[in-house]
């Protein structure tokens, strides 16, 4: 038990066992960060009209294009995630650590 408190610090709680030993509680959190991401959509709506101008031994091509395109940005903000973990060491009497639990990550 020593050993585990000279290593990890003081536990966050303690709780008897029962048995006159001591349960040593380490709760851990933090906050991670997922990126944001954002998507553009573009939609267009036109029209494309050609004509072809034709003579002997000449030939006239004209295309005219018109219309509008619209744009439109969804953003997903960067989003906060909360982790916990929780380390359990049970010690007897004589501070030799006899079971522990992990939960979390």
Avoid at 14 to 24: K, N, P, R
């Amino acid at each position: 038990m020593n050993d585990l408190i000279a290593s990890w610090g003081p536990p966050t709680q303690t709780m008897s066992d029962g048995s006159g030993g001591q349960i040593l509680i380490y709760d851990q959190s933090r906050t991670i960060v997922l990126p944001g991401s954002s998507t553009t959509t573009t939609n267009y709506n036109g029209t494309t009209n050609g004509n072809v101008y034709a003579t002997p031994g000449y030939a006239n091509y004209n295309q005219n294009t018109s219309g509008t395109a619209n744009s439109y940005t969804t953003y997903n903000p960067p989003t906060p995630i909360n982790i916990s973990r929780q380390r359990m060491f049970w010690a007897n009497s004589d501070g030799a650590i006899y079971r522990w639990s992990w939960k979390g990550l």
